[in-house]
């Protein structure tokens, strides 16, 4: 379908301003019955104005990051103005330039500094052969393979348990190494669907740990499986707390190193930290938030977030370090790491597009000059994985050095104090007065405002633009694109009956991920009309911030520290704003209501726009600690036994750090007194039932409490996950009671 000529762009100033009406504005055309159907399978859900317009809003978003890249540069390069007279003169003021940094980066990581508290539970100490390699040797002058024996030594296996969890390493020596020993503690890579790319059995058999042992190291293998539990479940766990995978890492990591430590046999003030992929990621997190491990090495580890943004790579969900785009990139972590011994290694035969050496030795040219003699830093591109020889000269150089006149001013970089916990989460189980949750209420909304980002300013420009018009069968539609925020467009359908009376109260939907939006209209206007209501049905999927790449896959969107349900949120707030405009709409008479994630997404909307006067949630209104280990009974219909519902969830489902302010239903509770409705399938296989009952009698005793119960029902029928007919019908007589 070639686009009426109806809008035309107009070129921005300072960010991306809205479409404008041409001179002579033809009228939209009128389509017959079954053309709303047509125009979704004739692949028309995307109309080629919002992709161009979405393309050149990324790019102005990446020119924004850009900037935010070359401000933080120019705010490392301002250390070299420093007179370089001497280290201990510029080191000092270099902690002060980047103490805002830290700070960000630990509340981000959910740690609070160096945890010095642990129980030894077991140690094993046995003897070790290093893996048995292939050589060629002579044999009665032919050259035959033979397995030789690399190395012996000692094994040992040290288990901690601490308040942030379990630690498991392989503690491995040569047999001819006498104490203190150094130790160079390593880290795997991990395969997000497999988990360890190598385990700590293997990862002592690697070249580079080979190579360290043989130079005289006490080499340290962890488990970080285990220490991050990367599992599906455990990783949405772990962010719904506000404790990433990562920021795990760093503090069972923490507990090993104060472990280690106290050992008479080892020299604690010369630990490293090494690792491979997102283990080289998780040792440049440790050591710029504890200053502890004196020297780091990170092996294809630091992932431009800036250039994942960019070029369009990849972004696993164990990378993920929420809200660090605000402040920082993953390479700034050079700047928290200086002057300590750094080195980078990036293998492959070309440079991946998520590099960040080149960005890392702009930053080092700032943070370790007058040091550079010394070799502190040091970056290099290698065909070689592990590059064991430059990782082992590295280490002798800089683990067996005689004390340096630099390192005097360390103590300048000492981890920064742990800042002050949060006050506990809210739970409206325990309020006991209308005024205590006053009080609670604001926290809540707080909290939560703060973890999806704010709500920026939507603009004055709420205007939308009539693409075409047609009917089907018991409702007449209208597709119109909405200027929801200023740099979105969205296209919204508005379906009313031709007899209704206006202005009339409208019903915003919002679908669930596996359904468009033209669909759910076509299921629900007819019955929307026959009820008296004006249908609005967004297509939030092509609203989806450019930062998030226009999918609900896309977690990019949690590093910016823009979830995508925050973002949604925002631009249904922007949504509203245009209603409030049509004369057709009774703005005092609004409501909504959504399914799945539909249904989720409103959770984040009910609360912070008062202009919503009712609220309805199919399948989606739940308690996330009734989730939180809860599995499909045997005998569901949903799936197999035995599977938990939290795995049916992509990360973008929740937002991160929630449970640090409360629940779901603590956040939807803040809607109080205003109308609101739980309905729910019995066999819903993606949220447990329990978990929807708990949640509705948590809400409904705060309602009585304030004095209002018959304004919270929940209604469940013995079914699926699904739009069924009973929930439509109750939705219905809900909302032309709380809405007349």
């Not at 805002?100 to 980066?105: F, I, K, Q, V, Y």
């Not at 693409?467 to 467009?489: K, Q």
């Not at 948590?698 to 304030?706: D, E, G, N, S, V």
Request: glycine share 8%.
């Amino acid at each position: 379908m070639k686009l009426p000529n109806l809008l035309v762009l107009v070129p921005a100033i300072g960010f991306w301003s809205g479409f404008a009406v041409a001179a002579e504005t033809p009228a939209a055309p009128e389509r017959g019955p079954g053309w709303l159907r047509h125009t979704y399978y004739d692949d028309r859900l995307l109309p080629k104005i919002i992709e161009e317009e979405n393309a050149r809003r990324h790019a102005h978003y990446l020119a924004e990051l850009q900037d935010r890249e070359d401000a933080r540069l120019a705010h490392y390069a301002a250390s070299t103005n420093v007179p370089a007279a001497a280290a201990a003169d510029r080191l000092p003021g270099w902690g002060g330039q980047i103490a805002a940094l830290r700070e960000n980066l630990v509340a981000s990581l959910g740690v609070h500094g160096p945890s010095s508290s642990f129980e030894l539970v077991s140690t094993r100490l046995s003897r070790w052969m290093s893996p048995i390699r292939t050589a060629q040797v002579e044999v009665e002058g032919q050259s035959v393979p033979r397995n030789i024996s690399q190395r012996r030594g000692y094994f040992e296996e040290i288990r901690l348990r601490s308040p942030v969890g379990g630690v498991t390493a392989l503690l491995v020596r040569g047999r001819q190494l006498q104490p203190p020993y150094r130790t160079v503690v390593c880290l795997p890579d991990v395969d997000p669907v497999t988990g360890l790319a190598g385990g700590p059995e293997e990862l002592i058999g690697a070249p580079q740990a080979q190579s360290l042992i043989e130079a005289g190291f006490l080499v340290a293998a962890v488990d970080l499986q285990a220490m991050a539990e990367l599992d599906s479940r455990r990783m949405k766990q772990a962010f719904l707390v506000g404790e990433p995978p990562l920021g795990r890492i760093a503090a069972q990591l923490s507990v090993l190193i104060s472990y280690l430590r106290t050992r008479p046999d080892l020299q604690g003030d010369r630990i490293a930290v090494s690792g491979r992929g997102l283990g080289g990621f998780a040792a440049a997190l440790s050591a710029a938030v504890d200053t502890r491990i004196w020297a780091t090495i990170v092996e294809d580890g630091l992932r431009s977030y800036r250039r994942i943004a960019g070029h369009g790579a990849e972004l696993e969900v164990p990378w993920l370090v929420p809200r660090m785009l605000q402040y920082a990139d993953a390479p700034d972590l050079v700047a928290l790491i200086a002057p300590r011994p750094l080195l980078m290694i990036e293998t492959g035969p070309t440079e991946p597009a998520w590099s960040s050496n080149a960005i890392a030795r702009r930053i080092a040219e700032a943070c370790y000059p007058p040091h550079a003699a010394t070799g502190n830093f040091l970056a290099i591109d290698s065909a070689e994985t592990g590059a064991p020889a430059i990782v082992r000269d590295f280490m002798r150089r800089h683990l067996t050095a005689p004390p340096s006149s630099w390192e005097a001013a360390l103590p300048s970089f000492a981890t920064s104090p742990p800042p002050p916990l949060a006050a506990p989460p809210v739970a409206i189980s325990e309020i006991r007065t209308p005024e205590e949750w006053t009080t609670a209420r604001l926290r809540v909304l707080e909290g939560v405002r703060r973890l999806l980002g704010g709500f920026p300013d939507r603009g004055a420009d709420h205007s939308g633009q009539i693409i075409e018009r047609g009917r089907e069968d018991g409702f007449t539609w209208e597709r119109v694109f909405v200027r929801t925020t200023p740099d979105t467009l969205t296209p919204v359908l508005i379906t009313r009956s031709e007899n209704v009376r206006t202005p009339a109260p409208a019903l915003i939907h919002i679908s669930g991920s596996s359904i468009s939006y033209e669909d759910d209209a076509l299921r629900l206007a007819p019955e929307m009309a026959v009820h008296g209501f004006i249908g609005v049905f967004a297509c939030l999927k092509s609203a989806t911030s450019f930062r998030l790449g226009g999918t609900p896959k896309d977690a990019l969107g949690v590093v910016e520290g823009r979830p995508l349900l925050g973002e949604w949120a925002w631009n249904l707030m922007g949504l509203v704003d245009y209603l409030e405009t049509r004369p057709d709409i009774d703005r005092h008479r609004i409501g909504a209501m959504g399914w799945s994630l539909g249904a989720t997404t409103i959770t984040y909307l009910l609360p912070f726009d008062e202009r919503i006067k009712a609220g309805a949630g199919f399948v989606a209104f739940f308690q996330l600690k009734g989730m939180w280990d809860a599995v499909l009974p045997p005998g569901h219909p949903g799936g197999e036994a035995g599977l938990p519902f939290l795995e049916r969830h992509h990360i973008n489902s929740f937002v991160p750090g929630i449970l640090r302010v409360g629940d779901v239903d603590d956040l939807l509770a803040t809607m109080a007194p205003r109308p609101l409705l739980s309905l729910a399938g019995e066999q819903d296989d993606y949220f447990p039932i329990a978990s929807v009952r708990d949640a509705h009698e948590r809400i409904h005793r705060l309602y009585t409490l304030l004095g209002v119960p018959e304004r919270v029902e929940l209604l469940t029928y013995p079914g699926p996950h699904a739009l069924a007919p009973p929930l439509r019908e109750k939705a219905w007589e809900f909302f032309g009671r709380w809405l007349r």
